[in-house]
């Protein structure tokens, strides 16, 4: 197969990483980065072997040379570049989320016409854990689903001595905070494993920024939430419930549920040392027992590796990658229902 001829846009955070995939999968060239900082993306090009470097992100998608483009900057800036690779007929692959809000991802699959378009909050599907689980909830082993279940807290750490991100908890850079940046992958990961089956319909919701006491530990200026919960009611019933907090004053906890009628499953969705799923399995003659159905240590590599190599293997195949911007439109429609139902103090309906 002909590698896929990619640039990176964007060579802070993630945008290495990406280049990183791209020069050493044979499925790929990476041919061309940029950046606005003109020192990192030479240091990014010097260290991945590229000779064609950008400062603007719009000179790297009209290269002829390049085929599939990585978007990897904070979501104020990766619509209009999206927009403008399209219309150079360059497939995408963009950080998450997809886009500041929803109608912004309806303009993307507007203007994607034939070409591959796929979102990074696919990253934890990639695993094998969320294999099996996806696997044995699609032979109907849970039986009808209940309650899709997600718990979790970062606690806060000491004062930062490096860089406070400004991106990260800035609604006009990021469209969010919390929730868009870690919301994604739990809804991406919850509805993929569960089969992307659920029609979510009405949600209740509530978001808080940080607590006054932290306040120094994030830029000035920061305005997005750090802690949300949401209540989605999904057509015949089943209920999603999400909560994730970050600079928490409660300790860590990390709880993932999938719950039906013959059985449940307790899963982790982050990669680490000792991984497992445990299926609780209700019967008439035993109730319910407990059993664990797979275990194995997972690498955290392969969350990096999955979007683009999956988007590579999509151009050539001609197939859909494991997060559509359809998908990611499903994604941010629940996201932008939760910032609206936390804003009015009611349940909105998507």
């Known amino acids: 197969m002909e590698p896929v001829k990619v640039g990176v846009v964007g060579c802070g955070v993630m945008g290495p990483r990406h280049a990183e995939v791209a020069k050493e999968s044979p499925l790929m060239e990476l041919v061309a980065v940029a950046d606005l900082i003109e020192e990192r993306a030479q240091e990014t090009a010097e260290r991945f072997g590229v000779e064609t470097i950008y400062c603007e992100g719009a000179e790297l998608c009209a290269d002829p040379d390049v085929e599939a483009v990585v978007l990897a900057l904070p979501a104020c800036g990766r619509t209009e570049l999206a927009l403008g690779a399209f219309a150079n007929g360059k497939h995408v692959l963009t950080e998450k989320p997809v886009a500041m809000n ?12 034939d070409l591959s378009a796929a979102c990074c909050s696919s990253r934890f599907r990639f695993t094998e854990s969320a294999e099996v689980a996806a696997d044995l909830i699609a032979d109907g082993a849970l039986g009808e689903l209940r309650t899709v279940y997600c718990r979790s807290f970062f606690p806060a750490a000491p004062p930062p001595d490096g860089p406070k991100p400004e991106w990260r908890l800035k609604r006009h850079l990021n469209g969010g905070g919390f929730l868009m940046n ?49 209540l989605i009611r999904c057509e015949g019933g089943t209920m ?69 190599t999956d988007l590579a293997e999509a151009i050539r195949e001609n197939r859909e990658p494991m997060t559509s911007l359809e998908k990611a439109l499903v994604v941010q429609k629940i996201t932008d229902a939760v910032y609206q139902s936390a804003a009015s103090g009611e349940c909105v309906k998507m």
């Not at 932290?214 to 200026?221: F, M, N, Q, R, Y």
Request: hydrophobic share 40%.
């Open 182 to 230: 870690w919301g994604c992958y739990d809804l991406d990961y919850l509805l993929g494993i569960t089969g992307w089956e659920l029609r979510p319909h009405t949600v209740l919701a509530q978001t808080w920024t940080i607590p006054p006491q932290l306040a120094s530990h994030i830029p000035e200026g920061s305005d997005a939430e750090t802690h949300y919960v949401a």
């Open 102 to 113: 929803a109608a912004e991802a309806e303009q993307l699959i507007a203007a994607r016409g």
């Open 240 to 308: 999603i419930s999400l909560e994730r907090g970050e600079y928490m004053a409660a300790g860590e906890e990390i709880a993932w549920q999938i719950v039906g009628t013959r059985g449940s499953l307790q899963l982790e969705m982050i990669p680490g040392s000792a991984n497992k799923i445990v299926f609780d399995e209700a019967t008439t003659e035993q109730g319910t027992a407990s059993r664990t159905i797979w275990e194995s240590e997972q690498e955290y590599s392969v969350v990096h590796r999955g979007p683009l």
